[in-house]
């Protein structure tokens, strides 16, 4: 890196002081002919002035090449840094939702054993599939909603209470898009909706693609003594990387109507 970067420096200071010979001699003709102006080299033999001019035009040619290298290689430095940046945010995701669950799973165990094991290997599928399908750039509109039914099941097994929970789902199974996007709206609809409430507590989830969007809602009910206006870690998470998969091609928004709180993704095709 520290080589790379003399050669650049170096290979800039060539160019601008050989950009400066033009001046230099037409400055030297001033000089020595004692004239107030002249034509740049108009005192020299047409060969050699040719054969200088074709120089000047290689040269022009080497610098714009040299121009576009540099851009092209700050793009690709944007481009990797927004790379390594979204990696971390992925890799932020799972531990984010796993160790909600394994909190809670750690008191079943001990009152239901055999409730306690169905429930970790149903947890097992959920982390395989975040850890190996979430490494991928995209996956299947149809692959991320079995995770969330996955997810839901999780939950219908490992609450002692009625919930009403719906899930309309009219999409297009082999649209393409990022892995672990909905998982945060769905988990904080649990969160903060069906785990704070003791009764009459429902989710309503509806994902429909139409021409070239998904839209995706997740409505829920929760106790209005709750604060949700300031967004939590994973709502954060979401939205940068939203900004760095779906710039100018997302929608997120969210409502709260006295105790019902909705959540709303709109995303475009990549």
């Known amino acids: 890196m520290i080589l790379s970067t003399n050669k650049n420096k170096w290979l800039l200071i060539t160019l601008i002081t050989t950009a400066l010979i033009p001046i230099v001699i037409t400055a030297f003709e001033i000089i020595t002919t004692e004239k107030e102006s002249v034509a740049f080299l108009g005192n020299y033999n047409p060969i050699v ?20 290298k540099q851009l092209i290689s ?3 430095i944007k481009n990797e840094k927004a790379k390594n940046e979204l990696m971390l945010l992925k890799s932020q995701v799972r531990p984010h939702f796993f160790f909600n669950m394994l909190n ?14 169905e429930l970790i290997l149903k947890l ?6 975040s850890i190996y399908e979430g490494e991928k750039d995209t996956v299947s509109l149809k692959e991320e909603v079995d995770y969330l039914k996955n997810y839901i099941e999780l939950h219908k097994m490992r609450y002692h209470k009625k919930i009403d929970i719906s899930f309309n789902c009219q999409i297009e199974e082999d649209r393409k898009v990022m892995p672990l996007l909905f998982i945060i709206l769905l988990e904080n609809a649990f969160k903060h909706g069906v785990e704070r409430l003791i009764d009459n ?4 989830i509806n994902m429909i693609t139409t021409g070239k969007e998904i ?3 997740v409505e ?21 990387r939203l900004e760095l998969v779906y710039p100018k ?15 709303h993704l709109t995303l475009n095709k990549l």
Do not use: C
């Open 49 to 68: 002035s040719i054969i200088i001019i074709t120089y000047y035009i290689i040269l022009l040619g080497l610098g714009i090449f040299w121009l576009l």
């Open 74 to 76: 700050i793009t690709k």
């Open 104 to 117: 809670n799973l750690y008191s079943l165990v001990g009152n239901d054993a055999k409730k306690g094991q």
């Open 124 to 129: 097992s599928d959920l982390m395989r599939y």
């Open 201 to 204: 507590s429902y989710v309503n």
């Open 215 to 217: 839209q995706f809602t």
């Open 220 to 240: 829920n009910n929760f106790d209005i003594s709750e604060n949700l206006k300031e967004p939590g870690i994973g709502l954060k998470n979401l939205k940068h």
């Open 249 to 263: 091609k997302h929608k997120l928004s969210f409502t709260i109507v006295e105790n019902i709180y909705k959540a």
